[in-house]
């Protein structure tokens, strides 16, 4: 069974610094995309940044700039670099892998770390 792992939230000040690691146990194949997103108290799960097997990568407006994600497919981990923190970043980032397989698409999540800016 495939459980994704996250670590490195936690509590920074404003312009701080931050590094999102998530990693899957268990086999995984076929990994089309790896993402995170986030969720703030009273709105709606919102995707925060992704990048897919060939390396391309998107992220939301509010985070351009700011915050990078990176994949170490051997280790099928997922990275998220954020910098400059804001206090409208804090909420719960959840990591997402997503495989693609015969035309069909599985998504993972993991359990959510939270992140909290303030000073």
């Known amino acids: 069974q495939v459980q994704l792992v996250e670590s490195g939230g936690g509590l920074v000040q404003p312009g701080g610094s931050l590094r999102l690691s998530c990693a899957a146990s268990?086999?995984?194949?076929?990994?089309?995309?790896m993402g995170w997103y986030r969720q703030a108290p009273g709105k709606e799960r919102e995707l925060v940044a992704v990048?897919?097997?060939?390396?391309?990568?998107n992220y939301a407006d509010s985070v351009k700039g700011r915050f990078t994600i990176s994949r170490d497919n051997a280790k099928n981990t997922v990275y998220l670099e954020m910098n400059s923190l804001k206090p409208e970043d804090s909420a719960v980032y959840y990591c997402?892998?997503?495989?693609?397989?015969?035309?069909?698409?599985?998504?993972?999540w993991g359990q959510g770390t939270q992140v909290t800016v303030s000073s």
């Open positions: 997402n892998f997503r495989t693609s397989r015969f035309g069909k698409n599985n998504d993972y």
């Open positions: 990048i897919t097997s060939g390396g391309g990568t």
């Open positions: 268990g086999s995984i194949f076929s990994i089309s995309a």
